[in-house]
T-cell receptor, first 117, second 113 residues
Framework: AQSVTQLGSHVSVSEGALVLLRCNYS??????LFWYVQYPNQGLQLLLK??????LVKGINGFEAEFKKSETSFHLTKPSAHMSDAAEYFC???????????????FGSGTQLTVLP | GAGVSQTPSNKVTEKGKYVELRCDPI?????LYWYRQSLGQGPEFLIY????????DSGLPNDRFFAVRPEGSVSTLKIQRTERGDSAVYLC???????????FGPGTRLTVL
């Protein structure tokens, strides 16, 4: 079984400040890890993903995340917040392909990011 | 190109009624997923289709929930004898294959009164 824990249901940062959204996962097999963003009344949009290879992954809109196996973490960061980053962010985990599973995503409960002017 | 679309965007029904929620995936995508997102929670997996068949329905909460995808494209999620606890946003996602990125639709917000 897999699970995801996102610490902090609400995070507020000032415009231009560092964004750090925390995600820890539990998985019995090597995981694939994802961050999605959800704007009001819109579908989930993929920000970035880790499958294999380089543990620091870069995504859209200046976001990046680092897979740390020893800490079972996949925290999302952005050096400088912009007002347009205000949204809800979801971390998700899935099985890797080799397990032959359907690769459905298991999501955390989300973190609402507020950017203050 | 067109993304995943879901209709209706909002559905209000009364307890005990039957509802159908529709998902139009991206053209050519063979994998289709349904998720349910309750207030303040992340999406939870319901069912996965590869082509026309339900390859994994382990997330369906009970036998009041059923989904079909008869021609391997459009999918319909059906809920019988709706209960207030079924109120949630129902999300659909499609992918070129099961091992590719999932693209999500905007969801259908279901409210059971």
């Amino acid at each position: 079984a897999q699970s995801v824990t996102q610490l902090g249901s609400h995070v507020s940062v000032s415009e231009g400040a560092l964004v750090l959204l925390r995600c820890n996962y539990s998985s019995s097999v090597p995981p694939y890890l994802f961050w999605y963003v959800q704007y009001p009344n819109q579908g989930l949009q993929l920000l970035l993903k880790y499958t294999t290879g380089a543990t620091l992954v870069k995504g859209i809109n200046g976001f990046e995340a680092e897979f740390k196996k020893s800490e079972t973490s996949f925290h999302l960061t952005k050096p400088s917040a912009h007002m347009s980053d205000a949204a809800e962010y979801f971390c998700a985990v899935s099985d890797n392909f080799s397990s032959g599973s359907a690769r459905q995503l298991t999501f955390g409960s989300g973190t609402q990011l507020t950017v203050l002017p | 190109g067109a993304g995943v679309s879901q209709t209706p965007s909002n559905k209000v029904t009364e307890k005990g009624k039957y509802v159908e929620l529709r998902c139009d995936p991206i053209s050519g995508h063979t994998a289709l997923y349904w998720y349910r997102q309750s207030l303040g929670q992340g999406p939870e997996f319901l069912i996965y289709f590869q082509g026309t068949g339900a390859a994994d329905d382990s997330g369906l909460p009970n036998d009041r929930f059923f989904a079909v995808r008869p021609e391997g494209s459009v999918s319909t999620l059906k809920i019988q004898r709706t209960e207030r606890g079924d109120s949630a946003v129902y999300l659909c996602a499609s992918a070129p294959s099961f091992h590719n990125e999932q693209f999500f639709g905007p969801g259908t917000r279901l409210t059971v009164l």
